[in-house]
Structure formats: C-alpha cells, structure tokens
C-alpha cells in the first residue's frame, strides 16, 4: 500500500517561506505525477502545483512566480517550495501521487496545516 506523508507545514508571517516535503513509501513518484493541492475552511480543494513524471510542472494564477514544485525520483520525494507567502495562503496542504500506468488511481497524504499570519 502506497503510503505519502507531508511535512514542513507550519505557522509564519506573510512574506515569508516554507518548504513542503512529501515522502512516498517505495518508488511511487518514479512513475508518477506529483501534485500538491490545498483546502481552507469552508472551501473545496483546489490544485496548487502538478509536476509530471517528465517534468513539466502546471500552478495555479495564485501562487506563479512564489511557488515552485520540484521532484528528487531516487527519494521518491516531492517538493514545494513557498515563498512570499500570504495570509490567503492558509490552508492544510495535500500531496497527491497519480501513477502514470495501471487503472486510475489517486493517493494522498493526510495533509499539513500552513498558516500565514498578517
């Protein structure tokens, strides 16, 4: 069973960083896209960042040019490097593994909680 854990979350101010990191049990990500997705209160999950298994990463409007994706295959971890954060930046963040072969399948994390404080 495939198993992602998040870690990184954390409390901070606004305009500054943090770096989330998801480690995959085995090597899911060598044959994976990697994706890390957000919920605040009250609303739904939304993608923040995707990277395919040949690099092409894919962000949303809100967080180009301060958030960059990246992927380590040899340890099966995905990144997420978050800068100039801001307040509406507040939310539990999910990693996501979707595997590049077999029958569509998702997995995710259990989610860290970001909080960026004004």
């Known amino acids: 069973q495939v198993q992602l854990v998040e870690s990184g979350g954390g409390l901070v101010q606004a305009g500054g960083s943090l770096r989330l990191s998801c480690a995959a049990s085995g090597s899911i990500f060598s044959r994976a896209d990697g994706g890390w997705y957000r919920q605040a209160p009250g609303r739904t999950r939304e993608l923040v960042a995707s990277i395919t298994s040949g690099g092409y990463r894919n962000y949303a409007d809100s967080v180009k040019g301060r958030f960059t994706i990246s992927r380590d295959d040899a340890e099966n971890t995905v990144y997420l490097q978050m800068n100039s954060l801001k307040p509406e930046d507040t939310a539990v963040y999910y990693c996501?593994?979707?595997?590049?072969?077999?029958?569509?399948?998702?997995?995710w994390g259990q989610g860290t909680q970001v909080t960026v404080s004004s």
């Open positions: 996501n593994a979707h595997p590049t072969y077999g029958p569509p399948r998702d997995y």
